[in-house]
């Protein structure tokens, strides 16, 4: 079994500061992770997915995430928030051949001028 | 064109009311999913079919039921609409999965349903 926890439900950041959204996953098996990013109105994006091999991944939008499994962690960060980077962001795990993907109860990013 | 389409997109209809929510997708793929998103909740699974023959139930599938017309279609019926089924719903496809089967999820844009 997996399960996704997101730590804070909102994040608030300035135009040009770091952007940190947290994931802590649980999986009996070696887990295939995901961060989806929902704008407004629309439905799920993939913004970024770790398989195998390299642990620090990155995504379109200038996102990057780092799998870390001695801490069960796979956090979001950007270097410096964009306006357009407002929406909400799910992590989501799953494990081997396992079809089912669970997410997280989504982050919501607010990025003020 | 949209890979995965839904419809309709908003729909507002009342207590004890049939309703069906359809999904195509043009990506060619087996699998197919429908979920639905609540504020604070994320999302959750509620159906899901591996091909036209193979259908599951997913976490949440009280009070739904679903159907799989062809490869590129699975609709969702709501067959006596709650207040409680109030929700965003989503479609999603995905691949058998080639090396890894690390099972990418594509999704629709979805259907914002309202029960009276």
């Known amino acids: 079994a997996q399960s996704v926890t997101q730590l804070g439900s909102h994040v608030s950041v300035s135009e040009g500061a770091l952007v940190l959204l947290r994931c802590n996953y649980s999986s009996s098996v070696p887990p295939y992770l995901f961060w989806y990013v929902q704008y407004p109105n629309q439905g799920l994006q993939l913004l970024l997915k770790?398989?195998?091999?390299?642990?620090l991944v990155k995504g379109i939008n200038g996102f990057e995430a780092e799998f870390k499994k001695s801490e069960t962690s796979f956090h979001l960060t950007k270097p410096s928030a964009h306006m357009s980077d407002a929406a909400e962001y799910f992590c989501?795990?799953?494990?081997?051949?396992?079809?089912?993907?669970?997410f997280g109860k989504g982050t919501l990013l607010t990025v003020n001028p | 064109d949209a890979d995965v389409t839904q419809t309709p997109r908003n729909r507002i209809t009342k207590t004890g009311k049939r309703i069906m929510l359809e999904c195509s997708q043009t990506k060619g793929h087996d699998r197919m999913y429908w979920y639905r998103q609540d504020p604070g909740l994320g999302l959750r699974l509620i159906y899901y079919?591996?091909?036209?023959?193979?259908?599951n139930k997913g976490e949440i599938s009280d009070g739904y039921s679903v159907s799989r017309q062809a490869q590129a279609k699975f609709s969702l019926s709501l067959e006596s609409a709650i207040p409680n089924q109030t929700a965003l719903y989503f479609c999603a496809t995905s691949d058998l999965g080639g090396a890894g089967n690390y099972n990418e999820q594509f999704f629709g844009p979805g259907t914002r349903l309202t029960v009276l």
């Open positions: 770790y398989t195998t091999g390299a642990t």
């Open positions: 989501a795990v799953t494990g081997g051949s396992n079809y089912k993907l669970t």
């Open positions: 079919s591996f091909d036209v023959k193979d259908i």
